[in-house]
């Protein structure tokens, strides 16, 4: 069973203290690895698409990468409006849906 | 104006009334989904779209229903509501071919009383 975790569930950072989220995944072939954006009463905001191991992608002060076995969201000198939880999924190949994780909420205090 | 839309927003209701949730896109995608999610469980997929008529179920798709009236709109029925399906309801769509993304709306929060 395809299977996606995040952690840590909530990471409460400094503004300008860089760190990184994790998304570990067990997937029967990987055909894509998501990471979203949800702000509290909203829907998920589409962040990064990565197809395979050794991929990055960057917007701003993110930073996404893929391993066989997981993902890493990196943000860089994060700022207040960076709070949001982040959310990964995997789509398996073959696989119509997205299996998510838990989400890891994140703060950034001024 | 957003590409997807969703209404009501928010809906408190009573057991055994049956609900409907619609979803309406401006993207022109081709696939429409239903998620519910609750806290700690993350976003879980009901009902799936391909076309008007091509609905699949997904992991939880018991005490739901869905119709999809058209390419741009896709309704999900709770035709007996009870409490435990009290969650966020996101409506996504996303385009045939690759990329695989998919696009959310705004949500409907719905109370099950």
């Known amino acids: 069973e395809d299977q996606v975790t995040q952690s840590p569930e909530a990471l409460r950072l400094q503004e300008g203290e860089s760190s990184s989220l994790n998304c570990s995944y067990t997937v029967s072939g990987l055909r894509g690895l998501f990471w979203y954006r949800q702000d509290p009463g909203k829907g998920p905001e589409f962040l990064f698409t990565l197809y395979s191991a050794g991929e990055e992608k960057e917007k701003e002060r993110l930073k996404a990468t893929l391993t066989k076995k997981e993902s890493f969201l990196h943000i860089t000198a994060p700022k207040p409006e960076d709070s949001a939880t982040y959310l990964c999924?995997?789509?398996?190949?073959?696989?119509?849906?997205?299996?998510f994780g838990q989400g890891t909420r994140l703060t950034i205090n001024p | 104006d957003a590409d997807v839309t969703q209404t009501p927003r928010n809906r408190i209701t009573k057991t055994g009334k049956r609900i409907m949730l619609e979803c309406s896109q401006t993207k022109g995608h081709d696939r429409m989904y239903w998620y519910r999610q609750d806290p700690g469980l993350g976003l879980r997929l009901i009902y799936y779209?391909?076309?008007?008529?091509?609905?699949n179920k997904g992991e939880i798709s018991d005490g739901y229903s869905v119709s999809r009236q058209a390419q741009a709109k896709f309704s999900l029925s709770l035709e007996s509501a009870i409490p435990n399906q009290t969650a966020l309801y996101f409506c996504a769509t996303r385009r045939a071919e690759s990329p695989d993304t998919q696009y959310f709306g705004p949500g409907t929060r719905l109370t099950v009383l």
């Open positions: 779209s391909f076309d008007v008529k091509d609905i």
């Open positions: 999924a995997v789509q398996a190949s073959g696989a119509q849906k997205l299996v």
